[in-house]
């Protein structure tokens, strides 16, 4: 089957991926085993050695099930090649180990478990780590005093899904001999890919919306093969590999990416239009609303705005709270990117860690409540929180 890029992406995500079963299957199965057996050692020996392409060890990533997997990924981001994990953390730390060791500047809001190895793991291992707000990205180049450092970011951010400028954060890093690494989690690779705007490296929590369902937890990074490979080194011995079970559960899952994407994106919408409309709300983050300030940026680097959408209730902290918990179709749950809708307030759950004055310095009032819209029917979803703004804010 071709997997050219002449094909749309609903095409591709369908029918890129290997067909190695002998009987037949048009996926390929789970090969729940550890081990390859081989008929002579010298066979063993060439897959050891590396002038034969083979399976041996699944820790090592050698799995077909694995494979296809990673062959799928690759193709989303338009990366040459790709490596599974068993979390996203697990990409994501693996990545900063083996591409950051000489200096990492961060850009803008970070995922809480990234922040928190990067202060409590890369620090004290003497990596040298820096945190910069967007609007402090003028100190960028200052903070890359030699060729090899790292500059780290996602966008859209959580929780205020703001946008940096990919392709000006990719020039402004390679001009200083750094490479630029993107977590694309939130915006998926069917709305946004980093790698076309310039960026050298792509990790994903797969928990999120590569695996949809709430199902399973993964993690994925996309890059050149010389840029994979380098990590490759260190999920093999870190042994964050994915499992074969949870690779092929992933694998069915990204089939359908382009089509819930894109219902994600219309619902999302949908939402914060009629949130935009409601008395008690003070304000919405939604990269797809004209009144965004980062809109027209995200409309030039973005295919779609995502699922993510966040309100500031008119009230305080409490009144945020009474919403969340007077919302019956929205689950009150951390994670996002499932089919069903769910609801979380910032300051109570990603964000608990930081003080208050750094959730103010961040944009992140006590009021907000961050809403990972899912794939119900969206007039459903807007009266639900129609019915919990009413309850708790009139
Ligand atoms: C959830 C998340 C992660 C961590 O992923 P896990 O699969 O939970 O390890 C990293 N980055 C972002 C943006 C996330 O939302």
Redesign the pocket.
């Known amino acids: 089957m071709s997997d050219s890029d002449a094909l749309k992406p609903a095409t591709r995500a369908i029918h890129s991926q290997y067909h190695q079963d002998a009987y037949g299957s048009p996926y390929t199965p789970v090969y729940n085993t550890t081990t390859f057996r081989f008929d002579a050692t010298a066979d063993l020996l060439d897959v050891v050695e590396g002038r034969v392409r083979g399976n041996l060890y699944t820790r090592w990533g050698t799995n077909p099930t694995i494979t296809e997997l990673e062959h799928a990924l690759a193709g989303m981001e338009g990366a040459e090649s790709a490596l599974a994990f068993g979390?996203?953390?697990?990409a994501?730390s693996a990545t900063l180990l083996a591409h950051g060791r000489k200096g990492i500047v961060c850009v803008g809001d970070l995922?809480g478990?990234?922040q928190e190895f990067l202060v409590r793991q890369c620090q004290p291992l003497g990596i040298p780590v820096r945190f910069l707000l967007q609007a402090e990205l003028e100190q960028l180049e200052s903070c890359l005093p030699e060729p090899g450092c790292l500059v780290y970011c996602?966008t859209p951010a959580?929780p205020t899904l703001s946008i940096l400028d990919l392709r000006d954060l990719a020039a402004r890093a390679h001009r200083m001999g750094a490479l630029l690494a993107v977590?694309n989690?939130?915006a998926s690779p069917v709305n946004q890919r980093p790698l076309s705007l310039g960026a050298d490296l792509v990790v994903h929590?797969?928990?999120?919306y590569l695996g949809g369902h709430s199902d399973l937890?993964?993690?994925a990074l996309m890059a050149s093969q010389q840029a994979v490979n380098a990590v490759a080194e260190w999920r093999k011995n870190l042994g964050q590999i994915i499992a074969p079970e949870t690779a092929a559960l992933l694998s069915r899952s990204l089939r359908t990416l382009p089509l819930r994407i894109r219902q994600h994106n219309s619902n999302a919408l949908a939402v914060a239009r009629a949130m935009a409309q409601n008395p008690h709300v003070r304000q919405v983050h939604y990269p797809g609303l004209e009144s965004f300030p980062g809109h027209s940026l995200a409309s030039r680097q973005m295919d779609g705005f995502g699922g993510m959408v966040s309100i500031e209730v008119n009230g305080d902290g409490p009144t945020a709270a009474a919403v969340a918990d007077n919302l019956q179709l929205f689950l009150l749950a951390t994670?996002?990117g499932g089919l069903e809708s769910l609801v979380t307030q910032p300051c109570t759950t990603s964000h608990h860690g930081l003080s208050a004055e750094e959730r103010q310095r961040r944009g992140i009032s006590d009021s907000m409540l961050r809403l990972s819209v899912g794939l119900e029917d969206p007039q459903d979803l807007i009266a639900d929180l129609e019915q919990a703004l009413a309850k708790a804010c009139g």
């Open positions: 979390s996203g953390m697990a994501i995922y478990g990234t996602e959580n977590d989690t939130f929590s797969a928990t999120k937890t993964a993690g994670s996002l």
